[in-house]
C-alpha cells in the first residue's frame, strides 16, 4: 500500500507542479450542469454514465489542486483494481503497468478522463463478478451475466468487451464476449454514430473519428494480466526485485515522453493568457523565446496589456504581423486566443464571433464553460442584456461559475454599475459603436479607428504602430506614427529606432528631441558595422533593436 500512496503522490505532483494548465485546458472545452436535461442527454448514449461522471470530476481542475488529487486517485485504484484481478501477492510491481501506461496515454490532451472512469468501473464489475460469482450456482452467473451485460454496456460503452473477458468460467466469458458484441454492432444501427465510433467509445477520445492504439491496448494488458499472472507460481524475492526495478524503469523513462512539450506550452500560454497573468507570460518568454503562432501573439498581448510592445518587442522572437494577430484557423485553442486579442483591443463584436467559433472548434461538439462566460460577457458591454442573462443561466447551474454568474446577474439593466466597471467600462469606452466587416489586410486601419474613437486605448495604438513595422513597411509605419504622436505622448524605443532609421536612408537627420542621442549613436555603430560585413556575428550585439529586425530579418 506504501507503493500506491507514493505513486499517487507522484501522480499529483505530476499534475499539480508540472501541468497544471493541462488540467485547466480539460475544465475549459466542457461545461457540466446540473439540470436534468444535461444529465438525460449523457445518458442517451452506450457510455453516456461514465461520461457523465467524468465530466462532473474535470468541472473540479478549475481548482489544479483538485484536479491533480482526482487523477492520482484514479491512477491508484486502477493499479490496486489490477492487483486483485490478478489474484496473486506476489508481482505487485506488476499491477503498475496498466496505470503507467494510462498516465502515458493522457499524454495525448484529446484523451477523455470517461475513458478512464469506464475503465475503473469496468474493472471494479469485473473484480465483484470474480469476488463473488464462485457462490453462485451456474444458473444465477447465467442470469446475472445476461443482465449485467446490457446495463455495462450502456454505462460504459465498449468496455463492456472487458468485462466480458474477465467473466468465469470460459463458457460464461465466450458466450458474454459475443453477446457484447452483439449489443455494440445492434445499437449501432440504432444509434445516430457512425459504427466505429460505437465500436471505439463514442466519449472516450474527443476526436470522434479514431482511438490511439494505446488506449485499445490498455484493456487487453489488464485482461493478460489478469488471466496469466495469476497461474504464475510463487516468485523469488529476487524476481519480485527485478520486477520493481523493471517497472521504476519503464516509469521514469517514458511517462513524460508521452507530453509534447511544444504542444502544453502553448497551453500553458493560452491559459496564462485566461487568468491575465501577464507578467508571467513575459517571464516564461524571457526563460526560452516563444517561436509559434500562439506563444508569439500571447507574449505580445502581454508586452501590450503592461505597455512593453515598443520598448521590448524585438527581445523576442517575432513573426511579422501575424505575431500580433493571427490569422484565422479552426482550431478551439488558437480561436479563442485570437478571441482574447481583439477582446483586450475593444473590438468586442469581433472578440464575440471568435467564441463562437472557437467553441464549434471543439471536436467533439462540447459546450465550453470560459466560452459561455466571455459571451456572457460581449453581450453585457454591448448592452444585450436579454441574451446575456440566457448564458448567466446556464452559468448559475455549474458549481465554480455560479457565484459570478449571480454578481452579473445582479447588474444586468444597471447602466451606472456597467460603465463604472473596470473593466467592462473600459471597453464600452473603447468599442466601435458601428458594426462593420473587415479584411484580415486592414487591421492596422482597425486599430488607427479604434486610436482615434478612444486615444486612451493604449494596446490599439501599440498595434497600430507594431503592425506596420513588423511588415518591414517603413513609410507607412512613420504615417502611423505621426498620428499617434501628435495626439498622445508615446515615443518607446522602438519607435526612435525606426524613425533614426527612415531618416538616415534620406540622409538626414531626425528632429531635435525625437530620438535620444544614445539611440543615435547606437544606430551609427550598427551601420559602421552592417556596412562592413553584413554576415558579421558582430551584429547579434543589435539583435534586439528594429535596425536589425528591417535589415536582416532573423
Given at each position: 500500500m506504501l507503493l500506491t500512496l507514493f505513486f499517487g503522490l507522484m501522480a499529483f505532483l505530476f499534475w499539480k507542479v508540472r501541468y497544471p494548465f493541462a488540467l485547466t485546458y480539460q475544465e475549459q472545452i466542457q461545461l457540466f450542469l446540473f439540470d436534468d436535461d444535461y444529465f438525460f442527454s449523457r445518458m442517451a448514449e452506450p457510455g453516456g454514465f461514465a461520461r457523465y461522471i467524468a465530466e462532473f470530476l474535470v468541472q473540479?481542475?478549475?481548482?489544479?489542486?483538485?484536479?491533480?488529487?482526482?487523477?492520482?486517485?484514479?491512477?491508484?485504484?486502477?493499479?490496486?483494481?489490477?492487483?486483485?484481478?490478478?489474484?496473486?501477492?506476489?508481482?505487485?510491481?506488476?499491477?503498475?503497468?496498466?496505470?503507467?501506461?494510462?498516465?502515458?496515454?493522457?499524454?495525448?490532451?484529446?484523451?477523455?478522463?470517461?475513458?478512464?472512469?469506464?475503465?475503473?468501473?469496468?474493472?471494479?464489475?469485473?473484480?465483484?463478478?470474480?469476488?463473488?460469482?464462485?457462490?453462485?450456482?451456474?444458473?444465477?452467473?447465467?442470469?446475472?451475466?445476461?443482465?449485467?451485460?446490457?446495463?455495462?454496456?450502456?454505462?460504459?460503452?465498449?468496455?463492456?468487451?472487458?468485462?466480458?473477458?474477465?467473466?468465469?468460467?470460459?463458457?460464461?466469458?465466450?458466450?458474454?464476449?459475443?453477446?457484447?458484441?452483439?449489443?455494440?454492432?445492434?445499437?449501432?444501427?440504432?444509434?445516430?454514430?457512425?459504427?466505429?465510433?460505437?465500436?471505439?467509445?463514442?466519449?472516450?477520445?474527443?476526436?470522434?473519428?479514431?482511438?490511439?492504439?494505446?488506449?485499445?491496448?490498455?484493456?487487453?494488458?489488464?485482461?493478460?494480466?489478469?488471466?496469466?499472472?495469476?497461474?504464475?507460481?510463487?516468485?523469488?524475492?529476487?524476481?519480485?526485485?527485478?520486477?520493481?526495478?523493471?517497472?521504476?524503469?519503464?516509469?521514469?523513462?517514458?511517462?513524460?515522453?508521452?507530453?509534447?512539450?511544444?504542444?502544453?506550452?502553448?497551453?500553458?500560454?493560452?491559459?496564462?493568457?485566461?487568468?491575465?497573468?501577464?507578467?508571467?507570460?513575459?517571464?516564461?518568454?524571457?526563460?526560452?523565446?516563444?517561436?509559434?503562432?500562439?506563444?508569439?501573439?500571447?507574449?505580445?498581448?502581454?508586452?501590450?496589456?503592461?505597455?512593453?510592445?515598443?520598448?521590448?518587442?524585438?527581445?523576442?522572437?517575432?513573426?511579422?504581423?501575424?505575431?500580433?494577430?493571427?490569422?484565422?484557423?479552426?482550431?478551439?485553442?488558437?480561436?479563442?486566443?485570437?478571441g482574447e486579442i481583439y477582446f483586450w483591443l475593444g473590438l468586442v463584436n469581433t472578440a464575440q464571433r471568435f467564441a463562437f467559433e472557437a467553441m464549434e472548434a471543439i471536436p467533439n461538439y462540447n459546450k465550453s464553460a470560459r466560452v459561455v462566460k466571455r459571451l456572457a460577457e460581449t453581450n453585457i458591454i454591448n448592452g444585450q442584456y436579454d441574451v446575456a442573462r440566457k448564458y448567466l443561466q446556464m452559468l448559475e447551474k455549474t458549481i465554480f461559475y455560479r457565484s459570478w454568474a449571480k454578481r452579473m446577474m445582479t447588474m444586468l439593466g444597471d447602466e451606472k454599475s456597467i460603465n463604472e466597471h473596470p473593466l467592462y467600462g473600459t471597453l464600452r469606452q473603447y468599442r466601435l459603436q458601428e458594426d462593420f466587416l473587415f479584411s484580415e489586410i486592414e487591421l492596422d486601419k482597425i486599430c488607427g479607428q479604434l486610436f482615434m474613437h478612444n486615444q486612451k486605448n493604449q494596446v490599439a495604438a501599440q498595434y497600430l504602430l507594431m503592425l506596420p513595422l513588423l511588415d518591414r513597411d517603413v513609410p507607412r509605419f512613420m504615417q502611423f506614427v505621426q498620428v499617434v504622436q501628435n495626439r498622445i505622448q508615446y515615443n518607446p524605443r522602438h519607435c526612435q529606432e525606426v524613425i533614426a532609421f527612415a531618416f538616415m536612408q534620406q540622409r538626414q537627420q531626425p528632429p531635435q528631441g525625437v530620438v535620444s542621442p544614445m539611440i543615435l549613436q547606437q544606430m551609427d555603430e550598427f551601420a559602421r558595422v552592417y556596412s562592413q560585413n553584413q554576415n558579421t556575428p558582430e551584429l547579434n550585439r543589435f539583435r534586439n533593436t528594429a535596425w536589425y529586425y528591417l535589415t536582416i530579418g532573423k
Open positions: 473540479f481542475y478549475n481548482s489544479v489542486t483538485l484536479g491533480a488529487l482526482i487523477i492520482a486517485v484514479l491512477y491508484m485504484l486502477i493499479q490496486r483494481l489490477t492487483w486483485r484481478l490478478m489474484h496473486s501477492v506476489y508481482h505487485y510491481a506488476l499491477s503498475f503497468i496498466p496505470s503507467i501506461l494510462l498516465w502515458y496515454a493522457m499524454g495525448d490532451e484529446n484523451v477523455m478522463l470517461t475513458y478512464v472512469v469506464a475503465l475503473l468501473l469496468a474493472m471494479t464489475v469485473a473484480w465483484g463478478w470474480r469476488s463473488w460469482s464462485a457462490k453462485w450456482s451456474p444458473r444465477i452467473k447465467w442470469l446475472v451475466a445476461l443482465l449485467l451485460i446490457p446495463v455495462m454496456y450502456w454505462l460504459t460503452g465498449s468496455m463492456v468487451l472487458l468485462v466480458a473477458l474477465l467473466m468465469m468460467p470460459w463458457t460464461i466469458t465466450v458466450a458474454a464476449l459475443l453477446y457484447s458484441l452483439g449489443l455494440v454492432l445492434l445499437s449501432a444501427h440504432y444509434l445516430p454514430f457512425p459504427l466505429m465510433r460505437v465500436v471505439q467509445g463514442i466519449s472516450y477520445y474527443r476526436f470522434p473519428v479514431t482511438l490511439p492504439y494505446l488506449l485499445m491496448a490498455i484493456p487487453v494488458v489488464v485482461w493478460m494480466m489478469a488471466i496469466f499472472i495469476r497461474l504464475m507460481p510463487k516468485a523469488k524475492q529476487w524476481v519480485n526485485v527485478t520486477e520493481m526495478m523493471l517497472v521504476l524503469v519503464v516509469f521514469v523513462g517514458s511517462v513524460d515522453l508521452g507530453y509534447d512539450k511544444k504542444k502544453y506550452e502553448l497551453i500553458e500560454y493560452d491559459y496564462l493568457v485566461r487568468v491575465r497573468d501577464w507578467n508571467a507570460i513575459i517571464a516564461k518568454a524571457e526563460k526560452q523565446t516563444p517561436d509559434l503562432p500562439v506563444s508569439v501573439s500571447a507574449t505580445n498581448l502581454a508586452l501590450a496589456m503592461t505597455n512593453q510592445l515598443g520598448d521590448r518587442a524585438f527581445d523576442f522572437y517575432q513573426r511579422g504581423s501575424e505575431g500580433l494577430l493571427p490569422q484565422f484557423e479552426r482550431n478551439s485553442a488558437m480561436t479563442q486566443l485570437t
